[in-house]
């Protein structure tokens, strides 16, 4: 069976080694302080999402396993709905390609084989506070 706490774990470690600026928590709560999403290049929060199991045989791995964490980055701006949108959108840009040339991260994943992206605002609030969520659709064999 996969140890999805791995993944998470590796995630982390990548983005931790290849970013600078941002508060990075693993398994954490969804952020919801603008001030925080505001700090630095910004929030990412790193945690589980879901894994499916297909009964499959290749060999000695029974199962085919597909693993879904979520990479969410967060910027909030005081100023600028623009600064905002823009700050995501490179943010966004920035782990994409990190992760693209960590396509087995580093070895706890047979490779990834795709992102799905959704954004959101939060207007409940009185900042310009913006999410990107990044879905990491990998496969394992276990």
């Known amino acids: ?3 999805f706490s791995l993944i ?11 970013t600078n ?3 990075i928590e693993r398994n954490s709560r969804r952020n919801t302080d603008p ?9 990412i929060g790193i945690r589980k999402d879901t894994i499916e199991y297909s009964a499959h045989t290749t060999g000695r791995s029974p199962w085919l ?9 967060q910027y909030a701006s005081l100023n600028s709905i623009s600064e905002a949108e823009d700050k995501i959108e490179n943010s966004i840009n920035e782990i994409l390609g990190i992760l693209n040339d960590h396509l087995t991260l580093d070895g706890v994943v047979s490779y990834i084989n795709g992102f799905r992206i959704r954004y ?7 900042a310009y506070f913006y999410a990107g969520i990044i879905t990491i659709r990998a496969e394992a064999r276990a």
Do not use: F, R
Request: charged share 20%; proline share 2%; no cysteine.
């Open 1 to 3: 069976m996969i140890d």
């Open 8 to 18: 998470t774990s590796a995630i982390e470690k990548i983005l931790n080694e290849h």
């Open 21 to 23: 600026g941002y508060i």
């Open 35 to 43: 001030n925080i999403a505001a700090t630095g290049n910004g929030w």
């Open 65 to 73: 396993v597909q693993i879904e964490p979520l990479v969410e980055v």
């Open 120 to 126: 959101e605002i939060n207007q409940e609030v009185d």
